[in-house]
T-cell receptor, first 110, second 112 residues
Framework: SQQGEEDPQALSIQEGENATMNCSYK?????LQWYRQNSGRGLVHLIL?????REKHSGRLRVTLDTSKKSSSLLITASRAADTASYFC??????????FGSGTRLQVQP | NAGVTQTPKFQVLKTGQSMTLQCAQD?????MSWYRQDPGMGLRLIHY???????DQGEVPNGYNVSRSTTEDFPLRLLSAAPSQTSVYFC???????????FGDGTRLSIL
């Protein structure tokens, strides 16, 4: 089973609304990362949050981490049509590779 | 900087054929990895390398071979293609395995 599981699997919102995606994981982590994948392209790194951090911001992105609940959320504020993509969380559990979840497909309607 | 370059972008094979997926990076990254992406499954790690001459297995290594003779290149070989290997393959590189990964745009592989 996946270390990281995103929720919801799919999300459709109107332009200007906020989008929230959640990631739950099973084992303790060193850091958690969020990636975006546009259709037909590779993944692009968005933000990294360390296990001793609770919140991080980057432009319109806000990531929170709750290690007691083993969960993270990605908030995209004031969404745009260009934000339409799949979003993945990935966890660093101290192994030599990240473990990726199965992703949330976000559709932003203009 | 080209980043991570994967070739070919598309490939169709017949069952039993072999082929090599190419991956090259120009960022002098020690760490490189191969993932496959299947619908609803996320990315699954096939093989990875922490430097030239060093490779290790990931989650789904069966049916694939890798080698790392240079820092820049990390080819993935399918020894005898099977329909179950139909997937999109991504190569990634980074300073180490737990830092932000740089991905190529993938190779879409169909096995008939």
């Amino acid at each position: 089973s996946q270390q990281g599981e995103e929720d919801p699997q799919a999300l459709s919102i109107q332009e200007g609304e906020n989008a929230t995606m959640n990631c739950s994981y099973k084992t303790s982590i060193n850091n958690l990362q969020w990636y975006r994948q546009n259709s037909g392209r590779g993944l692009v790194h968005l933000i990294l949050i360390r296990s001793n951090e609770r919140e991080k911001h980057s432009g319109r992105l806000r990531v929170t981490l709750d290690t007691s609940k083993k969960s993270s959320s990605l908030l995209i504020t004031a969404s745009r049509a260009a934000d339409t993509a799949s979003y993945f969380c990935a966890t660093d559990t101290g192994r030599r590779a990240l473990t990726f979840g199965s992703g949330t497909r976000l559709q932003v309607q203009p | 900087n080209a980043g991570v370059t994967q070739t070919p972008k598309f490939q169709v094979l017949k069952t039993g054929q072999s082929m090599t997926l190419q991956c090259a990076q120009d960022m002098n990254h020690e760490y490189m990895s191969w993932y496959r992406q299947d619908p609803g499954m996320g990315l699954r790690l096939i093989h990875y390398s922490v430097g030239a001459g060093i490779t290790d297995q990931g989650e789904v290594p069966n049916g694939y071979n890798v080698s790392r003779s240079t820092t820049e290149d990390f080819p993935l070989r399918l020894l005898s293609a099977a329909p179950s290997q139909t997937s999109v393959y991504f190569c990634a590189s980074s300073l180490d395995g737990n830092q932000p990964q740089h991905f190529g745009d993938g190779t879409r592989l169909s096995i008939l």
